[in-house]
């Protein structure tokens, strides 16, 4: 009998439809997002800020994978960009094919910057590639200092993390210098922006990164650096 390795052809099958997805955006100029991170750790809220800031300054779209409802898609509609739900029935995580057919849905042309919530998890959605310019890995104060050594990959493949709900550090015993210890374990000198999306507290370096990400992809020469 012959034994066929199915993940190997998944994650051909994936790799192949991200390169596709890439050189379409490359082709747009169009930057694209990955947010990745535990259920509950702030990705709709950061984006709800996120969409709101960027109101008639960036051409934006939002794709929201969820297992089941369209709850988060309907509360980021509200901000006036097109979102549209990718209900996965059970799946952990995005893959490049799901992208694909919901793209329609956007509509990608004239866009800017294209954000795609993943499904909360921080060990599936690692190892897909999405065709996305960065992966954004998130951590919230009310989780463990530990994260980023339970979950190395995500940290490792991330080009910036994100502390959020840092409103809650005065009533939690959380170690903001012991996580960001811990990522350098994994990701030596990677940014961490500290916010709080119900305050607005360091969403300013957060937007700083984004706008920067969309400058460079349409100008390669632009040189501002984000720390």
């Not at 997805?21 to 930057?31: A, G, P």
């Not at 991170?37 to 800020?49: D, I």
């Not at 811990?182 to 000198?189: E, P």
Request: glycine share 6%; hydrophobic share 40%.
């Amino acid at each position: 009998m012959t034994k066929v390795n199915v993940g190997k052809s998944v994650m051909e099958a994936n790799a192949e439809q991200a390169a596709t997805l890439r050189s379409e955006w490359q082709s747009r100029e169009l930057t694209v997002l990955n947010l990745i991170s535990s259920p509950g750790s702030g990705k709709t809220a950061l984006l709800e800020q996120t969409l709101e800031h960027f109101r008639g300054k960036l051409q934006m779209a939002v794709l929201v994978g969820d297992v089941q409802t369209e709850n988060d898609a309907n509360r980021l509609a509200r901000h006036g960009f097109p979102v549209k739900q990718i209900i996965t029935n059970g799946t952990c995580h995005l893959e490049a094919h799901m992208i694909e057919k919901h793209l329609p849905f956007v509509d990608t042309k004239g866009l800017d910057l294209l954000m795609i919530e993943n499904v909360g998890n921080l060990v599936c959605p690692s190892s897909y590639d999405l065709g996305e310019d960065a992966k954004v890995v998130l951590l919230s104060t009310t989780e463990g200092e530990d994260k980023p050594l339970k979950y190395p990959a995500i940290f490792r493949r991330a080009e910036v993390a994100i502390l959020t709900k840092t409103d809650l550090l005065p009533y939690l015993d959380f170690d903001v210098s012991a996580v960001r210890h811990n990522i350098d374990q994994i990701h030596a000198g990677i940014p961490m922006f500290r916010v709080s999306a119900r305050t607005g507290d360091g969403l300013d370096e957060w937007l700083t990164w984004v706008e920067t990400k969309v400058a460079r992809k349409k100008h390669p020469d632009f040189h501002q650096t984000v720390r």
